[in-house]
Nanobody, 122 residues
Framework: QVQLVESGGGLVQPGGSLRLSCAAS????????IGWFRQVPGKEREGVSC????????YYADSVKGRFTISRDNAKNTVYLEMNSLKPEDTAVYYC???????????????WGQGTQVTVSS
């Protein structure tokens, strides 16, 4: 049974940092593409970052380039999203998702986690 569990969200001040984790079970994370997405109520879901299967190539949305870093630990079957220099506009529910292809598109994702809330506010 494929399962993704996000953790690490919370309340942080502008300029602060958080590290989100996406723990996978039921499949080998290194054989899959993992994406991070975020959504604010009333807005469309946004692709934030992605790490592709096989070669580990990465994608970042322009809004987070230079501030967010995606990485994976195959031994722990976990993907991380290190978020630095956080801004109020980063506030959202963050989801991780996966597929066995190399696509980072949300439409291509087959499994989703339950999400973790990130709030950036003073």
């Amino acid at each position: 049974q494929v399962q993704l569990v996000e953790s690490g969200g919370g309340l942080v001040q502008p300029g602060g940092s958080l590290r989100l984790s996406c723990a996978a079970s039921g499949f080998a994370l290194g054989a899959a593409t993992i994406g991070w997405f975020r959504q604010v109520p009333g807005k469309e879901r946004e692709g934030v970052s992605c790490i592709r299967r096989s070669d580990g190539s990465t994608y970042y949305a322009d809004s987070v380039k230079g501030r967010f870093t995606i990485s994976r630990d195959n031994a722990k079957n976990t993907v991380y999203l290190e978020m630095n220099s956080l801004k109020p506009e980063d506030t959202a529910v963050y989801y991780c998702a996966t597929n066995l292809r190399r696509s980072c598109s949300s439409n291509a994702m087959d499994y989703w986690g339950q999400g973790t809330q990130v709030t950036v506010s003073s």
